[in-house]
């Protein structure tokens, strides 16, 4: 095992798997924990913001913490899953000090240099304590036409020479936070945006373009996403939510207050609120309410060569992508008359310019939109199906099941929340 390295930069930290001694991984590194004293003494690292099994963020103190090298973290292996909560006199690193704007006050050509903070580094000390000990500091860019300018100068100081970090009131952008961002699994990204500060996560929130939003979104919990949607402005709401799968807009509106939600829908494209105020309809835990209404659905004259363009698409899910869905005109829901699916893997064995129409499996009896979450799931087990077509009493096409949409209704509500402490303890 290597020695620990006398200088570790934060924001390089973010992500890193942690081990235990016997070289299993426990967790992942989401931030550093550091208490501020009111000059500019250098703060003391107290502990890492860890992501464990189940996605919960724990504390773990820099006493457990006994090796951190390239790539990787070790510790003792003596952890205490118990979730963690920020104290008042307790600083996150990542969450609060990354894009703060700050001044340096060091003497000579830097001195009076303003910036935002990209990344801060920790250093142990003779103490075995660790201490934060430089800031790196992006200038602002400089003046000119858009698409002439360039970043600005980057320097590394010393933490005494930079003053506004441990202000609570220091200005705090979003830019470099933002970045980590947009290269993180939406999944991941919506656990750092659960985790920030409130004020914090308000700051990021006003800068995510609505897409990425919408992401992010679809992966919190309710509680978490109608917090969010409180503090967008009704047009952005109405354009965040259109950006999310029909299926999960639908259940968010229907946690927001009656005259939001009706506000929201009104703002809405037409006929993405129609989508929406159809899954709305049908009651809870039925395949109405659970499918998405955008399958990928071709005519029976298509090919085996459109069928798989179709689901190349990158915004499908595998389960969505599995199954297409052959109807007569029209071929958006409710479509004309369903004629069966046609799955992907015997259209791989299929040459290109053959019809899809002659691989289709007429022999499932589709769901009904009234067909209960139990019924979904053991036609599903019965089958080994990944997807399942949901027809109305005319023979409509109306949207599909996918195990994704199924799971999603039989796991307890914080099932985001829940560390599997059972395999921890195994």
Known sequence: MSTTPARVYVARLVGLPIFDPQGDQVGKVRDVVVTMRGDRSQPRALGLVAEVFGRRRIFVPMTRVTTIDSGQVYTTGLLNLRRFEQRATETLVIGQMIDR?????????????????????????????????????????????????????????????????????????ATHLLQAIAEMKAADAATMIQDLPP??????????????????????????????????????????????????????????????AAQLLELMEPEEAEDVRRLMSYAENTAGAMMTPEPVILGPDATVADAL??????????????????????????????????????????????????????SLEPLK??????????????????ALPVVDEDGHLV?????????????????????KEEERDE
Request: glycine content about 6%.
């Open 399 to 419: 949207g599909a099941v996918t195990v994704d949409d199924l799971l999603d209704h039989m796991l307890p509500e914080n099932w985001r929340d829940r560390a």
């Open 101 to 173: 704007q700050v001044t340096i006050t060091a003497s000579g050509p830097l001195n009076g240099i303003t910036g935002t903070v990209y990344d801060v580094a920790m250093e142990q000390g003779r103490t075995r304590d660790w201490m934060l000990s430089r800031v790196a500091i992006q200038e602002g860019s400089k003046r000119g036409p858009a698409a002439l300018r360039r970043r600005g100068q980057t320097h590394v100081v010393e933490w005494r020479d930079v003053a506004g970090l441990g202000e609570r009131s220091a200005t705090q952008g």
């Open 199 to 260: 004020e914090r996560r308000g700051q990021v929130i006003a800068a995510l373009d609505d897409e990425r939003l919408a992401e992010l979104l679809e992966e919190l919990p309710e509680d978490y996403q109608v917090e969010i949607m409180a503090l967008l402005d009704s047009e952005r709401a109405a354009d965040v939510l259109e950006e999310m799968s029909p299926e999960d807009a639908a259940d968010l509106i229907n946690d927001l207050p009656p005259e939001t």
């Open 309 to 362: 363009a179709h689901v190349r698409n990158p915004d499908l899910t595998p389960a969505q992508a599995a199954v297409v869905y052959v109807c007569r005109p029209p071929l958006e829901t409710p479509t004309g008359k369903f004629l069966g699916i046609a799955h992907i893997q015997r259209l791989l064995r299929e040459p290109p310019s053959s019809l899809v129409a002659g691989s289709i499996d007429d």
């Open 369 to 386: 939109p009234t067909s209960s979450r139990d019924q979904v799931a053991a036609l599903m087990a019965t089958y080994n199906f990944v």
